[in-house]
């Protein structure tokens, strides 16, 4: 099985679907994105993109609302806050400090571009 990412005009996800391996595969049943596409274009229309559901290639296994980068050649998941980078090896973003690795739940404050530590629930 095979998976694609139907691409918008502005490179942002809207579907993503499986495809049997019959119709992604030549002759010689050889997977091909291209043949993969085209199926997906004939049945639904547009631009269509595999992806990888281990992240084998294009970083990341694309999701709804993912943009297609082309120049990274990459799907990259919605920025979470404004102050967040995007790591260029991973396609992933980060925030601007690391989260405590004190083994404490924490949640990023946008306001004060810091983490706060989450207090634990009463028992």
């Known amino acids: ?5 139907k691409i918008d005009q502005f490179g942002y996800v809207t579907q993503v679907i499986v495809v ?3 119709d992604t595969s030549d002759a010689a ?3 091909k994105e291209h043949i993969g596409a085209a199926f ?4 639904f229309g547009g631009t269509w993109k595999q992806t990888s559901y281990n992240g084998n290639f294009r ?3 694309a999701g709804i609302g993912y943009k297609y980068d082309e120049q990274r050649n990459a799907f990259i998941p919605p920025q979470p806050f404004a102050s967040w980078v995007i ?4 396609c ?7 989260m405590p690795t004190d083994g404490k ?8 571009t810091s983490w706060v530590e989450v207090a634990a629930a009463a028992a």
């Open 1 to 5: 099985m095979a998976h694609f990412a």
């Open 20 to 22: 049997a391996n019959k």
């Open 29 to 31: 049943s050889v997977e």
């Open 40 to 43: 997906c274009e004939r049945l």
């Open 59 to 61: 970083k990341n296994y």
């Open 87 to 90: 790591n260029e090896l991973t």
């Open 92 to 98: 992933q973003w980060q925030a601007p400090t690391p």
């Open 105 to 112: 739940m924490y949640t990023w404050d946008e306001a004060t």
